[in-house]
Nanobody, 128 residues
Framework: QVQLVESGGGFVQAGGSLRLSCASTGQTFRTYVMGWFRHSPGKDREFVAAITWTGGSTNFADSVKGRFTISRDNAKNMVYLQMNSLKPEDTAIYYC?????????????????????WGQGTQVTVSS
């Protein structure tokens, strides 16, 4: 099992930036893909971004492409989500996730069901 702890959330004005961090502990060697989901009231959980733990392949939701980037530091067992040009609709609780199963394409990792481990979440609030 992998334990995930998010940090870096907060309150920011539209157009601003935040950087979320996710610390991974436990059986991290079993992790194949790390990612981020978000959830806001009245909406389903939404895929945000994912990155392979070793290969560096990434995938982003259309709603964040060009504004968000995902990166990892394997030596520190950390994953980061850099969020720029934030919009009020980005307001949500952001969850770090980890998947231990290898699928043939990154598009599979847009599904919440493929992830084995979830963090507790960090709140991001973007004011207009």
């Amino acid at each position: 099992q992998v334990q995930l702890v998010e940090s870096g959330g907060g309150f920011v004005q539209a157009g601003g930036s935040l950087r979320l961090s996710c610390a991974s502990t436990g059986q991290t060697f079993r992790t194949y893909v790390m990612g981020w989901f978000r959830h806001s009231p009245g909406k389903d959980r939404e895929f945000v971004a994912a990155i392979t733990w070793t290969g560096g392949s990434t995938n982003f939701a259309d709603s964040v492409k060009g504004r968000f980037t995902i990166s990892r530091d394997n030596a520190k067992n950390m994953v980061y989500l850099q969020m720029n040009s934030l919009k009020p609709e980005d307001t949500a609780i952001y969850y770090c996730v980890a998947a231990r199963t290898m699928y043939s394409g990154m598009h599979y990792y847009t599904l919440p069901t493929v992830y084995d481990d979830w963090g507790q979440g960090t709140q991001v609030t973007v004011s207009s």
